[in-house]
C-alpha cells in the first residue's frame, strides 16, 4: 500500500441469507475480497456478509459470482450494499480485533505485529488475518486443526493441503510432523501469501506452495497421501469424494471443512460411497468438520 496515496477501501455487505446460503456468498465474495466475515442476526436466525477490497476492484468478476451464488442458494440475488472506508483505519483496526489465539490443546496463531517469545507446549504460527482464507477465527479452519491434532500421532508422512488459502493448515502440520507438505490453491493471490506464510514460520524448505485446480492438476493426481486436508465446499468435496478415495492411501486420512451442519450428511454420504468411514465430527458454531478413514 502507498504510504502517501493510500488505496480507497469499500465495505460490501449482504444481509438476510438463510444459513445454506452461506458458503456459496462467502465463496463468491472471496473471488475478490481479500478479507470476508460472517455473523448470525438471532432476532432473525438469517446471516449477513461482511468483506473489504479495494474500491471497484474486480466488479466484473463478482456479479456472474453472486449469480452463481444465488443460483446454487435457490434464493432471488440479494442486495449488495457498499460503504468507503478509511484504509488505514481498516488496517488498524484489523490489527487491533486480531489477538493470539489459542486453537485446541496444541496450536497458537500469534500476528506479526506481536513479540514472539518462546512458547513451549505449543505449535506457534505467525500469521495475520485478512490476506488469504484461514487465520484461525473461522470455526472451518479451527475445526481442522482441532481435527489434525487428534490424529497427529499417527505421523502421516505424505501431506497435502487442498485449497490451501493462507496455508494455516499446511504448516501446522509441517511444524508439528516435520514433514514437507503440499498446499495447493486455484487462486494465484492465495498461492503467493501460503509461501510468503511459509517463509516467516521458516517453513520454506517444508511447504511448497502451488498453483493447481484440485485433482485435475497432474502433480497433485501423481501422488498417494496419508493426509489430505480439504476446507473448501460442501459441493466441491462431494464432487471430489471418489478422486479423494483414489489417492488416500490405505488407513489415510482425510479432514473436510467448509460446510455448515446441516450439510454433513450429505457430504458424509458422498464420501462414504468412495469407501470412507466417519471417525470425528467437530462442530464450531454453524460450521463442522469432518475427519474421516479410508478403509
Not at 124 to 150: K, N, P, Q, W, Y
Not at 168 to 178: D, F, P, Q, T, V
Not at 222 to 238: E, Q, S
Request: hydrophobic share 45%; net charge positive.
Amino acid at each position: 500500500m502507498n504510504r502517501r496515496h493510500p488505496q480507497t477501501l469499500e465495505t460490501l455487505t449482504i444481509d438476510g441469507l438463510p444459513e445454506e446460503a452461506v458458503p456459496h456468498f462467502e465463496a463468491a465474495l472471496q473471488t475478490v475480497c481479500p478479507t470476508v466475515g460472517y455473523f448470525k442476526d438471532d432476532p432473525t436466525d438469517t446471516w449477513g456478509l461482511e468483506a473489504v477490497r479495494e474500491t471497484g476492484v474486480g466488479d466484473e468478476e463478482l456479479l456472474p459470482a453472486l449469480v452463481l451464488a444465488s443460483a446454487l442458494s435457490g434464493i432471488e440475488m440479494p442486495e449488495l450494499k457498499r460503504a468507503p472506508v478509511e484504509a488505514e483505519g481498516w488496517l488498524a483496526r484489523t490489527v487491533q480485533a486480531f489477538p493470539e489465539q489459542e486453537i485446541g490443546a496444541r496450536v497458537l496463531i500469534r500476528p506479526s505485529h506481536m513479540p514472539n517469545p518462546v512458547t513451549y507446549g505449543r505449535t506457534v504460527l505467525r500469521l495475520d488475518a485478512g490476506l488469504a482464507f484461514g487465520s484461525g477465527e473461522h470455526g472451518s479452519t479451527r475445526g481442522c486443526l482441532i481435527g489434525f491434532e487428534g490424529m497427529a500421532h499417527r505421523r502421516p508422512r505424505r501431506i497435502l493441503d487442498l485449497g490451501t488459502g493462507s496455508g494455516i493448515l499446511a504448516m501446522a502440520a509441517a511444524k508439528r510432523l516435520h514433514r514437507k507438505v503440499l498446499a495447493t490453491d486455484i487462486e494465484p493471490w492465495s498461492v503467493r501469501i501460503a509461501a510468503e506464510n511459509a517463509r516467516m514460520n521458516g517453513l520454506r524448505n517444508l511447504l511448497e506452495a502451488r498453483l493447481a485446480d484440485g485433482w485435475r492438476h497432474r502433480g497433485v493426481r501423481a501422488g498417494t497421501y496419508d493426509l489430505v486436508f480439504a476446507n473448501i465446499l460442501a459441493r466441491p468435496l462431494c464432487a471430489m469424494a471418489k478422486s479423494l478415495s483414489d489417492h488416500l492411501a490405505p488407513g489415510g486420512t482425510a479432514i473436510l471443512a467448509g460446510l455448515l451442519g446441516t450439510q454433513v450428511r450429505m457430504v458424509l454420504a458422498a464420501h462414504r460411497r468412495a469407501g470412507m468411514v466417519l471417525e470425528r465430527r467437530i462442530d464450531q458454531g454453524a460450521w463442522s468438520a469432518l475427519v474421516l478413514r479410508k478403509r
